[in-house]
């Protein structure tokens, strides 16, 4: 396995599983296969409704706590409703729970005493003071390891820095060759901020034939043959050697050993500007340039 440190000199795997939309019943075996293949950070979120399922096998698992990294996501949704709790916006339905008794209540359900990130699930400006003020307290409580936010740009972090005065530790945003998204990468690593990849394989487009697409296309395959790697394998590695983490989900033994077997090669300077040329800039809904 590979390793970045993040801004807070936290380290943390670049390479992960990611979790969404994988069936319940399926966790125990894929997280099984996931942790003998050698991943140690699963991806999660309150809104995927698999945090239980996860927390409950990796505690079981036999692997110590110290080797795992975990990430979770509050869903904006949540502080939705939350927020209009406090008087924000009075019409609305009423959840009677505070942010930091919801994260308590992730916590329970992941059967940890801590996460090592925990992130705000998308860049909604009205969310930024609320939420980075709660969780800001419990990052000096010692129950999140490392702060991360979802699908920021240049004016968000800047809206939030403003607002809290500190800059998250990682920004998990659609990188693919489709969404190179150069600007807010290059942003980012301005301010020491660890940039994670979803939808790496072009999937935000909501339709199943987005991926195959990607994975069909003919520089990738070309690029596939000459290395002796999967389409995918090839895509995984053009992001981390940008410094980049990521976090490929899989469901099947085959996927999950193809996703982390990317760290045995490397892709010349010309095939990586090669695979440059394929940007699309069709950015997933919530992302704004």
């Known amino acids: 396995m590979i390793y970045g440190t993040l801004a807070n000199g936290v380290r943390m795997p670049l390479v992960g599983l990611g979790t969404y939309k994988i069936p319940i019943d399926k966790i125990p075996d894929v997280l ?38 975990i990430s979770t996501k509050m869903d904006v949704e949540f502080l939705y409703y939350t927020l209009s709790f406090m008087g924000h916006r009075k019409k609305l339905p009423i959840r009677k729970e505070s942010l930091r008794n919801a994260f308590f209540r992730q916590l329970e359900r992941l059967h940890t005493n801590y996460v090592d990130m925990y992130m705000l699930h998308a860049a909604i400006p009205k969310y930024y003071k609320y939420w980075g003020n709660e969780v800001g307290k419990l990052y000096k409580e010692g129950y999140i ?16 820095e403003a607002e809290l005065g500190f800059v998250p530790m990682m920004n998990q945003i659609e990188i693919s060759p489709y969404n190179t998204n150069k600007e807010i ?49 090839v895509i995984l590695r053009w992001v981390l050697e940008q410094g980049i983490s990521v976090i490929p989900k899989a469901s099947s033994k085959e996927h999950l050993r193809e996703n982390i077997d990317v760290l045995d090669f490397e892709l010349s300077h010309e095939d990586m500007l090669q695979i440059d040329t394929l940007d699309k800039s069709i950015f997933h809904r919530y992302f704004r340039r």
């Open 185 to 233: 990468i290059s942003f980012c690593k301005e301010k020491k901020v660890q940039v994670e990849a979803f939808a790496t394989f072009g999937t935000t487009k909501k339709k199943p034939e987005a991926a195959k697409d990607l994975l069909e296309n003919e520089i990738i395959l070309d690029l596939s043959r000459k290395y002796n790697k999967s389409s995918s394998q």
């Open 145 to 160: 390891k490392s702060i991360g936010v979802c699908s920021f740009s240049k004016h968000d972090f800047e809206l939030f």
């Open 32 to 69: 099984e296969s996931a942790l003998a293949f050698g991943y140690r950070k699963i991806d999660t979120a309150r809104y995927y409704g698999n945090e239980d399922a996860i927390g409950r096998y990796l505690a079981l698992s036999g692997v110590p706590r110290e080797e795992l990294f």
